[in-house]
């Protein structure tokens, strides 16, 4: 099974951040131009939390918040867990699914993030593992 500094090395390189002090609006844009659900919030290299639309349908809509008022840190998980290069496919997807979460960041020795995961990244992965092993095993059994 593959490790995520494999996985993320097939990935683009592009972090989809944002400040605290921005606001959820924008925060909103920022995950709309890069087509993810969730973005890292940055305190200059520094993580300090993450925000999805989890955070946005349960934090700001249900709590009759204005998402052009309300600034990133009011409402971003600030309790993030984390992976390191090292870790396999199947730990992350074991760790997120037990914590009910869909994104993960990765984070070196140095505590500098060099990557981020979704679920959907993981699925795929497992997906095109699984099919390696039954082309194999389907070549095995007719050879």
């Known amino acids: 099974m593959k490790t995520l500094k494999q996985l993320l090395a097939e990935k683009p390189q592009k972090l989809a951040a944002v400040a605290p002090k921005d606001t959820?609006?924008?925060?909103?844009?920022?995950?709309?131009?890069?087509?993810?659900?969730?973005?890292?919030?940055?305190?200059?290299?520094?993580?300090?939390?993450?925000?999805?639309?989890?955070?946005?349908?349960?934090?700001?809509?249900?709590?009759?918040?204005?998402?052009?008022?309300?600034?990133?840190?009011?409402?971003?998980?600030?309790?993030?867990?984390y992976a390191t290069p090292d870790n396999s496919v199947q730990e992350c997807m074991a760790l997120m699914t037990e914590g009910h979460f869909r994104h993960l960041p990765v984070m070196d020795d140095g505590q500098q993030v060099v990557g981020v995961i979704s679920i959907g990244d993981l699925v795929k992965e497992t997906i095109c593992e699984q099919q390696f092993i039954i082309d194999q095993l389907e070549r095995y059994i007719s050879g």
């Open 24 to 81: 959820v609006f924008h925060a909103l844009q920022v995950m709309s131009d890069n087509r993810v659900g969730a973005v890292l919030v940055m305190d200059g290299e520094r993580l300090v939390g993450i925000f999805s639309e989890r955070d946005y349908a349960r934090k700001v809509i249900l709590m009759g918040k204005a998402s052009k008022e309300t600034r990133v840190e009011e409402i971003m998980t600030d309790k993030v867990m």
